[in-house]
Structure formats: structure tokens, C-alpha cells
């Protein structure tokens, strides 16, 4: 059984930085990439950052030059960084894991909520 567990959310000040960890467990035929998405209330969830097997990583523009996505995909492990952070990056963020075996949209955490107000 796969599981994909979120932590490191919680309530920021505008300007300020956090860093979000994601761990998958389980049985994988070989995870090529995994992500961080994010969803805002009332908005459709949308890709913040990738990394792939490569070690090459994408980010979406929003968060461009703020955020920093980074882990060991052998570890089944990737973290996301981001400073600056904005009233509008409110929202829940998801962890991503795409392995060979499973297709569609892979597998997802629960997600943890991160809220920038002061």
C-alpha cells in the first residue's frame, strides 16, 4: 500500500518563508518525478514544482525565483522551499509521486494547509 505524507504547513506572515517535506512509502515500480501542487479555495489545483529522476526541476511561473524544489527521488523523498511568500500563496499543498506502475496522475497526499496572513 502507497502512502504519500505532507508536513511542514502552517500559518506564515507575509515575507516570510517555510519549507514543506513529502515522504512516500510503499511498493513502486520506479518513480520518475514527483511534485508539489497546490490548491486555493474556490480555485482548481495547480502545479507549483517538479523534480524528476534527472534531477532536473520545473517550476510553475508563479512561484518562479521564490520557490525551490529539491529531494532525492531514490529516497522517495522531496521538499519544497519558499520565501516571500504572499497572501496568495494560501492553500493546500499536495505531494505528488509519478511511478512507472500506476497510471494516470499518480499517487497524492492528503495535503497540508499553508496560510500566509499577518
Known amino acids: 500500500q502507497v502512502q504519500v505524507v505532507e508536513s511542514g504547513g502552517g500559518l506564515v506572515q507575509p515575507g516570510g518563508s517555510l519549507t514543506l517535506s513529502c515522504k512516500a512509502s510503499?511498493?513502486?515500480?520506479?518513480?520518475?518525478?514527483m511534485a508539489w501542487f497546490r490548491q486555493a479555495p474556490g480555485k482548481q489545483r495547480e502545479r507549483v514544482a517538479d523534480i524528476f529522476s534527472t534531477g532536473s526541476t520545473s517550476y510553475a511561473d508563479s512561484v518562479k525565483g521564490r520557490a525551490t524544489i529539491s529531494g532525492d527521488i531514490g529516497k522517495n523523498t522531496v521538499y519544497l522551499q519558499m520565501n516571500s511568500l504572499q497572501p496568495e500563496d494560501t492553500a493546500v499543498y499536495y505531494c505528488n509521486v509519478r511511478d512507472a506502475g500506476k497510471a494516470g496522475n499518480g499517487y497524492w497526499g492528503q495535503g497540508t494547509q499553508v496560510t500566509v496572513s499577518s
Open positions: 510503499g511498493r513502486f515500480v520506479g518513480i520518475y518525478a
